[in-house]
């Protein structure tokens, strides 16, 4: 069935509007939509949780594809593990159904509090250019819509993405995969081991729906890294 629309949803740090070459790039039917996530551009001042949100989101958008990346596959995982019924197709994008064990959570979330705190101590700017500076997103081009999008964001917006919606913060939903019962596409950059890994077992755990893809060329960020080859693996999923 096609979806209502397709909604796309952003990584950490970024913005709705970041995903504009793979939306041009797209040959889906239905309408796509980019929101910008809590703490992050136009809404930099919200502050709800990845459970808020993903509930927000599905009543917002309903029935759609659901295409999320890194922070935002996590959002996207919580759309369909809470709200089924609102998601037709599911694409997880260099993301993670969370951190299992409660000790390596919290140290995940003291770490990300711990930066927070320093994004709001250095400022926006100095932070962004320390962040994506980061070996993750070597393959990463600096391009004007890159830093035009990032630079939308706020320091206290970023900081407070990450004390009420970090990795730290999420229960894991590795025991709710096999109840996912619509299509599903894992995808992870061949550069990205970890990632590789977590996508590998996410497409296992769920089960015969599921497919996983390894972007060849491409790191963590393999939507802005090879937009049209992304969009290519999203045209062919949705049809």
Same mark, same amino acid.
């Given at each position: 069935?096609?979806?209502?629309?397709?909604?796309?949803?952003?990584?950490?740090?970024?913005?709705?509007?970041?995903?504009?070459?793979?939306?041009?790039?797209? %040959?889906?039917?239905?309408?796509?939509?980019?929101?910008?996530?809590?703490?992050? @551009?136009? #809404? &930099? /001042?919200?502050? *709800?949780?990845?459970?808020?949100?993903?509930?927000?989101?599905?009543?917002?958008?309903?029935?759609?594809?659901?295409?999320?990346?890194?922070?935002?596959?996590?959002?996207?995982?919580?759309?369909?593990?809470?709200?089924?019924?609102?998601?037709?197709?599911?694409?997880?994008?260099?993301?993670?159904?969370?951190?299992?064990?409660?000790?390596?959570?919290?140290?995940?979330?003291?770490?990300?509090?711990?930066?927070?705190?320093?994004?709001?101590?250095?400022?926006?700017?100095?932070?962004?250019?320390?962040?994506?500076?980061?070996?993750?997103?070597?393959?990463?081009?600096? %391009?004007?819509?890159?830093?035009?999008?990032?630079?939308?964001?706020?320091?206290? @917006?970023? #900081? &407070? /993405?990450?004390? *009420?919606?970090?990795?730290?913060?999420?229960?894991?939903?590795?025991?709710?995969?096999?109840?996912?019962?619509?299509?599903?596409?894992?995808?992870?950059?061949?550069?990205?081991?970890?990632?590789?890994?977590?996508?590998?077992?996410?497409?296992?755990?769920?089960?015969?729906?599921?497919?996983?893809?390894?972007?060849?060329?491409?790191?963590?960020?393999?939507?802005?890294?090879?937009?049209?080859?992304?969009?290519?693996?999203?045209?062919?999923?949705?049809?």
């Amino acid at each position: 069935m096609i979806p209502r629309r397709v909604v796309l949803l952003h990584g950490f740090t970024q913005g709705g509007g970041i995903w504009i070459p793979v939306m041009e790039a797209m %040959t889906t039917r239905a309408p796509v939509d980019a929101p910008d996530l809590p703490g992050h @551009g136009s #809404a &930099s /001042s919200q502050t *709800t949780n990845l459970i808020d949100t993903s509930d927000e989101l599905a009543l917002r958008f309903g029935y759609s594809a659901w295409v999320g990346y890194s922070m935002g596959g996590r959002f996207a995982l919580h759309v369909a593990t809470r709200h089924p019924d609102a998601v037709s197709h599911l694409v997880l994008c260099s993301t993670t159904a969370g951190i299992e064990h409660d000790d390596e959570r919290a140290a995940r979330r003291a770490a990300d509090h711990q930066l927070a705190r320093h994004i709001r101590d250095v400022g926006v700017s100095p932070f962004l250019a320390e962040w994506t500076s980061q070996p993750m997103f070597a393959g990463l081009k600096r %391009t004007p819509l890159d830093l035009e999008v990032r630079a939308e964001n706020t320091a206290e @917006g970023l #900081a &407070s /993405s990450l004390e *009420t919606c970090g990795a730290g913060e999420q229960s894991p939903l590795w025991e709710l995969l096999p109840t996912l019962k619509m299509p599903v596409l894992v995808v992870a950059g061949a550069r990205d081991e970890k990632f590789c890994q977590l996508g590998e077992r996410m497409a296992s755990s769920i089960g015969s729906n599921a497919e996983f893809v390894v972007a060849e060329g491409a790191g963590h960020a393999v939507p802005f890294e090879r937009p049209q080859a992304f969009a290519d693996l999203v045209n062919d999923f949705l049809r």
